[in-house]
């Protein structure tokens, strides 16, 4: 039977004909839908399957009555990956996502995103700062009398030389320079290649030469 109806029928036996009616009521199906959006490696389970890939679904559910059908749209999304090298320099340190680092290494970290995460992975290369020493010909001087400084370094290709002295040119190794009261000479050394720096200085006193008596 497939309308609601009642139905009427002559059962023919031995003695009297049996007349039986039948009420039957069609209830229609229920039909639902789901609309879902998962990350990868999430699922969804409808009745006894379970889905995983992006795409249309239909199940058919069979509680106690009437058959439930049941349309599941599902979008599965990828998680964002990113892949980044990041260089310091030694005694430094960089802040990436709310994590800091200071030591070279590989790591995995992840960043809340909608709809899914972002998982990134971060290179860290920790280069070696230049060293400098910074010298003086003498340790003391008179005003305007010339003062020959140096560096020694390893790794060095820019020089930058600051004084409350005079320098003939604060941008080389070895400059002169001149001080009328007691000064320090600081020098910062460069490299050029992973712009890693190092400081160092000396200190030049004045000397005041003692006055002469005269008879």
């Known amino acids: 039977f497939r309308q609601t109806v009642i139905y009427r029928d002559t059962l023919h036996t031995t003695f009297c004909d049996s007349i039986a009616s039948l009420n039957v009521i069609v209830k229609p199906s229920q039909r639902d839908t789901l609309?879902?959006?998962?990350?990868?490696?999430?699922?969804?389970?409808?009745?006894?399957?379970?889905?995983?890939?992006?795409?249309?679904?239909?199940?058919?559910?069979?509680?106690?009555?009437?058959?439930?059908?049941?349309?599941?749209?599902?979008?599965?999304?990828d998680y964002k990956f990113d892949s980044t090298a990041y260089s310091i320099c030694e005694g430094s340190e960089i802040t990436i996502g709310g994590n800091t680092y200071s030591q070279a290494g590989v790591y995995r970290d992840t960043l809340a995103s909608a709809p899914c995460d972002s998982i990134s992975v971060i290179s860290i290369a920790v280069y070696s700062n230049p060293t400098v020493i910074a010298t003086a010909d003498k340790t003391s001087a008179v005003a305007g009398e010339p003062i020959q400084l140096n560096t020694t370094s390893n790794n060095a290709t820019n020089y930058g030389w600051i004084s409350m002295g005079q320098l003939n040119n604060p941008f080389i190794p070895n400059p002169i320079g001149t001080i009328s009261e007691p000064?320090?000479?600081?020098?910062?050394?460069?490299?050029?290649?992973?712009?890693?720096?190092?400081?160092?200085?000396?200190l030049v006193d004045l000397f005041i030469e003692p006055c002469s008596k005269t008879n």
């Open 35 to 77: 609309v879902r959006n998962v990350c990868s490696g999430q699922t969804v389970q409808v009745g006894t399957h379970i889905y995983y890939q992006t795409g249309v679904y239909t199940d058919t559910l069979r509680p106690t009555g009437c058959d439930s059908i049941v349309t599941l749209y599902l979008t599965v999304t």
């Open 183 to 202: 000064t320090w000479f600081v020098v910062t050394v460069t490299d050029s290649t992973t712009t890693c720096q190092a400081t160092d200085s000396v």
